[in-house]
């Protein structure tokens, strides 16, 4: 086999590697569920904090972010878009996990758990609402989508970070201007592009997944009143 | 291409290249501040958590102090999730500052063309007014002003095609004024040509009066001699004056005098 066909299988190779690690994570789906107030809720979410992509960042001291995004399109042909956001921080000094967790209806649940495995529990017991309380779903099948994507830190964490490293640039300025040092003619010269990028810079911090999941389910939603039934379908 | 053209292109690549690079050192210089290579180094990043170890173990060791290393750990804490922050987004900073530099580069190659292309279309503009004056200069046409006022080598050749229009009117000038003088000197060689013949006829008229004279008198030396005498006498000094100017006319070249002098020293030279 010559090299250039092994660089043309190269990526065919990777995502069947990617997809055999995940295909444990893919196989379970989580259970959606109305809730007694009609609430579309989500439950039983898949362990994914032990993937190998996660369980590393849990403990970094940084925000975990699980940003949960639900597509439904119910009986009726309804598309409407839901979701739910779980923020897991694990706290060094104190060394519990501190979590919490955010549903569509924009209650907050905290807890503070000591352990790894309590907080892989607790996320398995997680039922969270992901449509809005007013949404009510026709009769019938309701397709769902539900997209995960674990950021690495969380909002506030990068809007300091970017202020932090924007005050450090500022702080540098004004040191220099003090101490009174002549700019080479090299960084006078080049004194717009520096603006630009220190512009460039502090913006250039963003949240970019660390891994995505996504889980496709059914609900079967019973006349109002009769509650629902989620077929578990490939 | 032409030697010139082809150290021109160098030239301009070599300039093009020199300020790519010094754009990427003064960026590379910056990329890679302390703030940013030291601190994401996985040594420095080590080194914070086992400062947050210790702040922890101090605390345990020391009650009292323990509010104080518990602010110092949050101090480091947050100095280390920033840091880790800043190392997982370095391949988006590093993109970004190279997506800049190469803008900032691609500006520079298409200024640095932009220039490069106006002054080959100037130059080329410039070529064919010097080609404009060359073919006015070789239909004939005199004080040929090409407008050139550059130092440069078109500039220089220029001033020749200029000077040379100015040389060129300067001998045609010339040469019509010898041209009218040459004329002239016709007219009065002509003119004097047909007073000397009458003259000459005249001369011989007078001596042969003046023999005629001469014999009647016998020699007599008498009053009436005497104005015989200077009577004979006027036409030979008529003539010998004539012979004289003449003489004086054929030795000297003809000065470039206005044709009205001229026409004055002929006709009042035998008067």
């Not at chain 2, 011989?204 to 008498?222: A, K, P, T």
């Amino acid at each position: 086999m010559t090299a250039r066909a092994l660089l043309a299988l190269a990526p065919a190779l990777a995502a069947a590697a990617a997809l055999a690690r995940a295909a444990p994570l893919l196989a379970e789906r989580p259970v959606f569920e109305l809730g007694a107030d009609g609430v579309l809720v989500m439950a039983s979410v898949p362990d994914v904090l032990s993937n190998a992509e996660v369980k590393p960042r849990l403990t970094s001291g940084l925000t975990t972010s699980f940003v949960f995004e639900v597509a439904a399109t119910d009986a009726g042909g309804r598309k409407l878009k839901g979701g739910g956001l779980v923020e897991i921080r694990y706290e060094l000094w104190d060394e519990v996990f501190l979590v919490t967790a955010t549903g569509a209806d924009g209650r907050q649940r905290r807890d503070s758990l000591p352990s790894l495995d309590r907080l892989v529990g607790w996320w398995r017991g997680l039922k969270l609402p992901v449509l809005a309380p007013g949404v009510r779903l026709a009769a019938g099948s309701c397709r769902l989508v539900l997209a995960l994507s674990v950021l690495p830190f969380s909002r506030a964490e990068q809007s300091e970070t970017q202020s932090w490293l924007s005050r450090s640039v500022a702080d540098e300025r004004a040191a220099a201007a003090r101490a009174g040092e002549t700019p080479s003619p090299a960084a006078a010269a080049t004194a717009p592009l520096s603006g630009v990028l220190d512009l460039l810079v502090p913006t250039s911090i963003k949240r970019r997944s660390v891994v995505d999941f996504e889980w496709r389910s059914v609900l079967r939603v019973r006349a109002a009143g009769a509650g629902a039934d989620a077929e578990r379908r490939p | 291409m032409s030697p010139p053209r082809t150290a021109a292109a160098l030239v301009t690549l070599a300039a093009l290249l020199a300020a790519a690079l010094l754009l990427f050192e003064v960026g590379a210089r910056q990329l890679t501040g302390a703030w940013f290579t030291f601190g994401v180094h996985p040594e420095v990043l080590r080194q914070l958590e086992l400062s947050l170890a210790d702040q922890k173990r101090l605390a345990g060791l020391d009650a009292a102090g323990a509010a104080r290393y518990h602010r110092r750990f949050a101090a480091i804490e947050s100095l280390l999730g920033r840091l880790r922050i800043l190392e997982y987004n370095r391949d988006e900073v590093v993109g970004r500052y190279q997506a800049a530099l190469l803008i900032v580069f691609g500006a520079l190659a298409a200024a640095a063309a932009g220039v490069y292309l106006a002054g080959k279309v100037r130059q080329q503009a410039r070529l064919d007014r010097l080609r404009a004056a060359l073919a006015r200069l070789s239909a004939g046409e005199v004080d040929v002003e090409v407008g050139e006022r550059r130092r440069d080598l078109i500039g220089r050749v220029g001033a020749m095609v200029e000077e040379t229009s100015r040389a060129m009117a300067r001998d045609r000038r010339r040469l019509a004024s010898l041209e009218n003088l040459a004329a002239w000197q016709e007219a009065a060689r002509r003119q004097a040509h047909e007073m000397r013949t009458p003259l000459t006829a005249a001369r011989l008229d007078l001596g042969h009066l003046h023999g005629l004279l001469l014999g009647e008198d016998g020699g007599g030396d008498g009053g009436d001699g005497g104005r015989r005498r200077e009577a004979c006498s006027w036409p030979t000094a008529c003539s010998r004056r004539s012979t004289a100017w003449a003489a004086s006319r054929r030795r000297s070249p003809p000065s470039p005098a206005s044709p009205s002098r001229a026409s004055a020293a002929t006709t009042s030279g035998p008067s």
